[in-house]
């Protein structure tokens, strides 16, 4: 049996019920840096001065009293180790079995106190972000503002160039004065998308079950007061739920469905469908009109690059740098394809989804 004591690999220490050590093995002798012969038959506490009043004491005096084991980690600070130990009772006394976890302990630690420093730089980059975000929105917000006012005066000193030449237009002036007023028309429609996009970033999301078929053909009624005469029709499935921010779907919707329709002007007639796949529960806006041009579908997983406002489609990309915007404010996906007649199609999917078919 001491033989087998000797050759684990584990502290061993007996002691009886007067507290007296019995037993001492190699492997105690080793982690303690202590002779058996200097410690056998003295009392366990005179040998361990720095353990009465420690973890070691409450465990040891318990395991001793109730006749259980005790199980835990502790601190022996005349050692400055750490110990993994296990106090078996008996009709004797106590066995103590231990091993020095000093070295995982303080990897432990570490690991502890770099998971708390990175927390630390990461609640400060996500502030700094939070600080650079709403500087950045309040300047996209002053710089729209203040570009109404000189905005609003091309726009009326055109209008007084025009009548002030009622008669005596020729043709270039004519195409210059409608280049100015188309001019001023673009630019006030990037205004509002970057006041748009600014709101989208800023505002608190308010979770319920949002009626994106309704929303739909609320978009629908708008863009049909503004080109009344335009040929088009517009499919949506019924009862399409989600779960997410009214006002923020909302602005999904617009801008989605806005910029398809836009995209499709120029077509004898625009067939537009709304809708939700059975498999996925993806929601799609697509162009289902024929004979269109190939167009190659933006990458709307490079929200920077939707920022880069460049000629004629420069609203456009504000309104899906705003529609991706509200995805991400989701958590969802967004993405765009081009469907087979070269139209455009975008899906998106949003997280905890409610929607159904009521």
């Given at each position: 049996?001491?033989?087998?004591?000797?050759?684990?690999?584990d502290?061993?220490?007996?002691?009886?019920?007067?507290?007296r050590?019995?037993?001492?093995?190699?492997?105690?002798?080793?982690?303690?840096?202590m002779?058996?012969?200097?410690?056998l038959?003295?009392s366990?506490?005179?040998v361990?001065?720095?353990?009465?009043g420690?973890?070691?004491?409450e465990?040891?005096?318990?395991a001793m009293a109730?006749g259980?084991?005790?199980?835990?980690?502790?601190?022996?600070p005349?050692l400055?180790r750490?110990?993994?130990?296990?106090?078996f009772?008996s009709?004797?006394?106590i066995?103590?079995?231990?091993?020095?976890?000093?070295?995982?302990?303080?990897?432990?630690?570490q690991?502890?106190?770099?998971?708390?420093?990175?927390?630390?730089?990461?609640?400060e980059?996500?502030?700094?972000?939070?600080?650079?975000n709403d500087?950045?929105?309040a300047?996209?917000?002053?710089?729209?503002?203040?570009?109404?006012e000189?905005?609003?005066?091309?726009?009326?000193?055109?209008?007084?160039?025009?009548?002030?030449?009622?008669g005596?237009?020729?043709?270039?002036?004519?195409?210059?004065l409608?280049?100015?007023?188309a001019?001023v028309?673009?630019?006030?429609?990037?205004?509002?998308?970057?006041?748009?996009l600014?709101?989208v970033?800023?505002?608190?999301?308010?979770?319920?079950?949002?009626?994106?078929?309704a929303?739909?053909e609320?978009?629908?009624?708008?863009?049909?007061?503004?080109e009344p005469?335009?040929?088009?029709?517009v499919?949506v499935?019924?009862?399409?739920?989600a779960?997410?921010d009214?006002?923020?779907l909302?602005?999904?919707?617009?801008?989605?469905?806005?910029?398809?329709?836009?995209a499709?002007?120029?077509?004898?007639?625009?067939?537009?469908?709304?809708?939700?796949?059975?498999?996925?529960?993806?929601?799609?806006?697509r162009?289902?009109s024929?004979?269109?041009?190939?167009?190659?579908?933006?990458?709307?997983?490079?929200?920077?690059?939707?920022?880069?406002?460049?000629?004629?489609?420069?609203?456009?990309?504000?309104?899906?740098a705003s529609a991706r915007?509200?995805?991400?404010?989701?958590?969802?996906?967004?993405?765009?394809?081009?469907?087979a007649?070269?139209?455009?199609?975008f899906?998106?999917a949003?997280?905890?989804?409610?929607?159904?078919?009521?």
């Amino acid at each position: 049996m001491l033989a087998t004591l000797d050759s684990l690999t584990d502290g061993f220490i007996t002691l009886d019920r007067g507290w007296r050590i019995t037993y001492f093995n190699p492997a105690a002798e080793a982690g303690l840096d202590m002779r058996s012969a200097d410690v056998l038959g003295r009392s366990f506490w005179d040998v361990f001065p720095g353990a009465p009043g420690t973890e070691f004491e409450e465990n040891y005096r318990a395991a001793m009293a109730q006749g259980e084991v005790r199980r835990f980690d502790a601190l022996y600070p005349p050692l400055n180790r750490w110990y993994r130990v296990s106090a078996f009772p008996s009709e004797q006394g106590i066995a103590l079995s231990f091993a020095d976890i000093t070295a995982s302990h303080e990897a432990h630690q570490q690991l502890l106190d770099m998971n708390t420093e990175l927390e630390r730089r990461v609640r400060e980059r996500t502030e700094e972000l939070r600080r650079t975000n709403d500087e950045l929105a309040a300047f996209t917000l002053a710089v729209a503002h203040e570009l109404r006012e000189p905005l609003a005066g091309i726009a009326g000193f055109s209008r007084a160039v025009e009548e002030r030449l009622a008669g005596r237009q020729d043709q270039k002036t004519r195409h210059f004065l409608s280049r100015i007023r188309a001019g001023v028309t673009r630019m006030e429609g990037l205004m509002d998308a970057l006041l748009e996009l600014a709101h989208v970033g800023r505002a608190p999301l308010e979770r319920r079950r949002v009626n994106l078929t309704a929303l739909v053909e609320c978009t629908v009624e708008i863009l049909r007061t503004q080109e009344p005469g335009r040929d088009a029709r517009v499919d949506v499935a019924p009862d399409l739920f989600a779960e997410g921010d009214a006002r923020l779907l909302r602005t999904l919707v617009e801008n989605l469905l806005g910029t398809v329709w836009r995209a499709s002007a120029g077509q004898p007639r625009t067939v537009i469908c709304v809708g939700r796949r059975d498999e996925d529960g993806v929601f799609y806006v697509r162009d289902n009109s024929a004979d269109q041009l190939p167009v190659p579908a933006p990458d709307l997983s490079r929200p920077h690059e939707l920022l880069r406002v460049d000629g004629e489609a420069g609203g456009d990309r504000l309104a899906l740098a705003s529609a991706r915007r509200v995805i991400d404010r989701h958590g969802g996906s967004i993405w765009a394809e081009t469907t087979a007649e070269g139209g455009q199609m975008f899906c998106f999917a949003l997280p905890s989804e409610v929607s159904s078919r009521a």
